[in-house]
């Protein structure tokens, strides 16, 4: 077996636009075709993935900078950014185990290529005209001017073969967020 360089690929929209919904659905078909799939989802608020009474949140409670909660089934860090600065894109891939595709949902002002979802209901104007990273649209309504490949929303096969085809390695990715300032 020959062992394959990761690449990645966003998705980004505006909130509504159905960025998890497509997830949920393009992780299996990816994954179908042999690939293995790791996904970076950005929050814009305070979050948890521990319960308060719970042992890894009373370790946090208490100061810890990182809690590794680790079972058979699973493992999961936590690390507590007590400064307050957020982790860069660039911080937070360095931190994935190898894989064969990154799928970033969210980081929609990040400088790496991106797959804009779309949807009229939404109200929103799209990115796609003022993002050049965005290399292709997946929308419920047609743009035939964008200037880029436009597949329908619901093309999850569709969808999946332009993620496969437009993800950029890696290493491309982290020397671009290098040379633009996004890894400081």
């Known amino acids: 077996m020959t062992e394959r360089a990761m690449r990645v690929i966003g998705l980004a929209g505006w909130s509504g636009a159905g960025k998890t919904t497509l997830l949920t659905k393009l992780i299996p078909t990816l994954i179908a075709r042999g690939l293995t799939v790791s996904t970076v989802k950005h929050a814009h608020h305070a979050f948890d993935v521990d319960q308060p009474g719970k042992d890894s949140y009373r370790h946090r409670e208490a100061g810890a900078s990182e809690v590794l909660i680790s079972s058979a089934a699973r493992w999961v860090m936590m690390h507590e950014a007590r400064d307050g600065v957020e982790a860069t894109l660039s911080d937070l891939l360095r931190r994935l185990s190898p894989c064969d595709l990154v799928l970033v949902e969210g980081f929609k002002r990040e400088g790496h290529l991106k797959l804009e979802i779309y949807r009229k209901a939404n109200g929103r104007p799209p990115l796609h005209p003022d ?54």
């Not at 292709?136 to 569709?158: K, M, Q, R, Y």
């Not at 990715?173 to 633009?180: C, H, I, K, P, Q």
């Open 131 to 184: 993002d050049k990273g965005i290399v292709a649209l997946a929308s419920d309504t047609a743009f035939p001017d964008a200037g880029i490949p436009v597949i329908d929303l619901d093309d999850v096969s569709g969808i999946a073969t332009l993620v496969e085809s437009l993800a950029e390695p890696i290493d491309a990715v982290l020397t671009r967020f290098e040379g633009d300032g996004s890894a400081d």
